[in-house]
């Protein structure tokens, strides 16, 4: 189902969109914290900056599917023209839901993504009510030719590979895999991993058969420690992507909060998707919408938990 509904964002191509008119070739990324409690919350920019070349559509502009507890929208200031929107959901998100929640404030680093503008434009973020309806909660005016948007590029350190290439990333769904806890010893391990688990999502339906509408790319990170960070065993580790068990005190759910340096490291490459596999043994991964799914790589379960957090991403 999930690759049905990325694909019907793909596919509801509309020759008359626009894109040249408002946006240039790369990624804009506004990085800020996310902070409240379960009953309220509040934004603070951290920083505006070039994300990479563009790899999303340049002709589906608008999500008219409207997926995820949060939605932005992105409005030309001059002609105030709806130009972008898309659906996702956030780690604050579920935090809010959480019993910690309710008795202390909590702060979370978040991204939001979309095509360079051409010109000054306001991002408006909205978030889903009780009633499913999206309600305006923050709202950002932004000058791409301001002193505090930083539109050079990354020269990334990390080195990348290839494991699946269908096309132009604007015509395809684009998977970045990242990898946490493997060392620098270990990078054979981690494309193996790479390759078994992405065989594993093209075993099944509605993958299976859309292979060619997908491009999968890896990013290597090496760390000083074999495996992640594992409280409730008492097993502390500190590694590059900063993936830890025990998200939420639930022990088998593993999420990273360091969202600056994650998406750092996967705009190496063009993505839409992205995955970070765990070397670890111990059950346990997560998923959220169109933020990143994890999965411990060497679980004797690691296939269906990919293809299932995958889903939720």
Known sequence: MVLALILNIRGQESPN??????????????DYFHSGTSGEEHFAIDRI????????SKTVLQDELRLGLY???VYDQASSTLIYSRGF???????????E???QWGTFHESVRFPWPLKPVTLVVYKRDALNAFQRIWELKID????????ALNKTPYKAFTLLESGPESEKVDIVMLGDGYTTDQMDKFKTDAERLSEELFAVEPFKSRKNDMNIRAVQTPSAVPGVNRPHPGIFKRTP??????TFDSERSALAYDNRTIRD?????????????????TYGGGGIYRLYATVAADNKFSDYIYVHEFGHH
């Open 49 to 56: 900056l070039n994300d990479g070349k563009w790899s999303g």
């Open 89 to 99: 959901a956030s780690i604050f998100g579920e935090w809010q839901t959480t019993g």
């Open 241 to 246: 992507l900063s993936v830890s068990y025990s």
């Open 265 to 281: 490291v996967a705009a190496t490459v063009p993505y839409d998707f992205m995955i970070i596999l765990i070397n670890e043994e």
């Open 71 to 73: 939605f932005i929208e």
């Open 17 to 30: 969109q626009g894109y040249t008119d408002f946006f240039n070739q790369y990624t804009m990324r506004v």
């Open 101 to 103: 929640a309710k008795k």
């Open 144 to 151: 791409p030719d301001s002193r505090s948007v930083n539109p």
